[in-house]
Every structure is written in structure tokens, then in C-alpha cells.
């Protein structure tokens, strides 16, 4: 072999060595670091997509706005037309501060990239969120926040607004996560896996989806063939279609209307003030505070009372019908109730 041919051979390992280690995303990024003081800035609004972001808090008078978008191809000339299709306006009207991913109209992801966003702000500002497929990491609002998620994972620390009047406003779809605390919220939740830890009066639609809560005071709700495991509230109202439900303890008041799916109640304060299940077609399971007294009374169609007292109950039965009243419990005292009309199956206090 000549030596001509060993350094063209050398030469062409080199540069299929070097090639084949070029890549990369560091030649193909944008990044900006703005802080804007808040003069009468009130309101934060992030409106991106494909996005990590993360809302941070700290107590300046600004907002720092850290963005990075990250084009992940060795292909330098794609990456520069996509880069070029991605743009982050950052802007100011009235008492409102814009964070925006504007994607041009002939954008089409061929290859991999990032959009992230590290927001510094004060919790007392209100906020509007609108993210799909990305992440969203949120720390406090006290201002309220409406919240437009899609395909996201999400990790929430505080939605609880510093005063009673202001009510956040979710709409979640396609995500999995956490919130810590959500205040006094209206949320739409589809198709979800959601674990929340407490909050305050939850009016909530929901669909498709899988719903823990340790703690809710005051819960309102309407379900369709979810999942949902609700540890303590005190009081709660649900209609609830093809749905799981399972309620381990309420304090005041609770008022059950289910169709085709099951409904489990696992405990109570010993002063309740009212149980109303009017179900239709629903496996139903109660167990009460053992230290309850309660006034019962209802009617089951296609079904029948399973109760450890029924001999203190008054049972009128009908061809498919049986009515029930009576006093169960020792105090005299009592003004618990419990009210009960029951379709296509049997209902059993345990």
C-alpha cells in the first residue's frame, strides 16, 4: 500500500469519525433572558405549545422570563429553517404581561425539539395558562389563574387565591399529575389521572378519567365513566354516570345521583346532617358513623334494603317496590337523616 493511499485512507476514518460525532442541538438553539419590572403589571400570560414550563415565584417587583428553544438534528440546514419557524414574542399591553410560542403556519415537525420556559413571579399576580403536549410546573397563584392544559405532565403546588371570592378556572385533557392545593376552582377534567391533596369548594365536570382527593370541603360535580376516590369532604353533591365512586367519609351532607356504575361510602361524622342517594342502576354500599343516630326513610324498586337494623325499620312491600322509615341509633336528640331511593339494585349499610 503507497503512502498516498494510507493518508487518504486516514483521512477518510477522520472525517467519518468526526461527522459521525456532529450533531447537535447547541448549534441550533435561541435563547433570551428578559426581566421586566411590574409598574402596573397585574396579569401573566403564558400561551405556548410542545413546552416545558415552569412558573417559579419570587418576591421582586419583575417578572424574569428565561426561554430556550433547542433544535435537536444534525442537519444543519433543516434545523435552521425549523429554528426560524419558532419564534417567543414577549410583550406588554394594558395591565397584562404576554409570554407567546408563535409556530409560522408551514411549520411541521419533522424532527425532534424543545421549547422551555423558566417564568420568575410574584404569587400575588393572576395568571392564564395555555400549554399542550409539553410539562407544566406551577408554584403559587394567589391572583387565580385560568388554565387551558392538553397532553401535559402536570405538578402543581398552590392554586389557593389569597380571598374567598376568587375562583380559579381548569380546563385539563390528556394529562397526568399532581396538585397540592386547588382553592376555590371550576375545572373540566377529561380523560386524566389526577391526584390532588385538598381544596376548598370544587365544582367539577369530568370524563374518562382517574380522580384522587385526600381533602375537599365543599365538592359539586358531574361524572362520566371516571374513576373517583374522594377520602374526606364535607359536604358534597354528584351526579355521576357510569362512574366509580368512592367516598370514605363526609361530615355534613352528601347527596349521591348515580346511573350504572357503583357507589361505596365508607364513613361519616357521628352528626351528619343528610344523606340523599337517588340511584339508578348503581351498586351501593354505605357505612355510617357506629356512634350515628339517623331518621331513615325511602324506596327501593327492583331491589331490596340490606341494613343490621332492619327490624327497627317499618317495610312496606310491593310487588317490585318496598318503602322503609324508622329511627336508627340511640339518641333521641338526633336531626341526621338519611334518604334513599334506590332502581335495579339492592343498597347495603354495613
Not at 429554528?83 to 408563535?102: A, D, E, M
Not at 419533522?110 to 395555555?130: A, D, G
Not at 336531626?335 to 349499610?349: E, G, L, P
Request: with cysteine.
Amino acid at each position: 500500500m503507497t503512502k498516498t493511499t494510507i493518508v487518504l485512507l486516514f483521512l477518510f476514518f477522520f472525517t467519518l469519525t468526526v461527522f459521525s460525532q456532529t450533531r447537535i442541538s447547541t448549534d441550533f438553539k435561541d435563547y433570551r433572558l428578559e426581566v421586566i419590572k411590574l409598574n402596573n403589571i397585574n396579569h401573566l400570560d403564558v400561551n405556548s405549545q410542545h413546552a416545558r414550563i415552569n412558573l417559579l415565584n419570587w418576591d421582586k417587583d419583575s417578572i424574569s422570563i428565561e426561554t430556550n428553544i433547542e433544535i435537536l438534528s444534525d442537519k444543519p440546514n433543516l434545523a435552521k429553517e425549523m429554528l426560524h419557524k419558532v419564534h417567543i414574542n414577549i410583550q406588554t399591553y394594558g395591565n397584562t404581561l404576554q409570554v407567546k410560542t408563535s409556530l409560522s403556519s408551514d411549520f411541521r415537525s419533522t424532527i425532534p425539539y424543545k421549547i422551555n420556559y423558566n417564568i420568575f413571579f410574584p404569587k400575588e399576580l393572576s395568571v392564564s395558562l395555555k400549554n399542550t403536549h409539553g410539562e407544566v410546573n406551577l408554584a403559587d397563584v394567589e391572583g387565580g389563574i385560568q388554565a387551558d392544559i392538553s397532553y401535559c405532565q402536570l405538578n402543581i403546588k398552590n392554586l389557593s387565591a389569597s380571598n374567598d371570592t376568587t375562583f380559579n378556572h381548569l380546563n385539563i385533557t390528556h394529562c397526568k399529575g399532581r396538585i397540592n392545593h386547588l382553592g376555590n376552582s371550576h375545572a373540566n377534567i377529561s380523560q386524566s389521572q389526577l391526584t390532588c391533596i385538598d381544596a376548598k369548594h370544587l365544582d367539577m365536570n369530568s370524563s374518562y378519567s382517574i380522580l384522587t382527593f385526600q381533602e375537599v370541603k365543599n365538592y359539586q360535580g358531574q361524572s362520566n365513566i371516571d374513576r373517583i376516590n374522594l377520602e374526606s369532604t364535607d359536604k358534597i353533591t354528584l351526579k355521576a354516570i357510569s362512574s366509580t365512586v368512592i367516598v370514605n367519609n363526609f361530615n355534613q351532607t352528601a347527596l349521591f345521583e348515580c346511573q350504572k356504575g357503583s357507589l361505596n361510602i365508607g364513613g361519616s361524622s357521628p352528626d351528619f346532617s343528610q344523606l340523599t342517594i337517588n340511584n339508578d342502576n348503581t351498586k351501593t354500599t354505605v357505612q355510617l358513623n357506629p356512634q350515628a343516630s339517623y331518621t331513615i326513610n325511602g324506596e327501593i324498586t327492583k331491589g331490596k334494603l340490606l341494613h343490621p337494623q332492619l327490624s327497627n325499620l317499618q317495610i312496606i312491600n310491593e310487588e317490585n317496590k318496598s318503602s322503609f322509615s324508622g329511627d336508627i341509633g340511640t339518641s333521641t336528640d338526633s336531626h341526621s337523616k338519611v334518604i334513599v331511593f334506590n332502581n335495579k339494585q339492592n343498597i347495603a349499610f354495613k
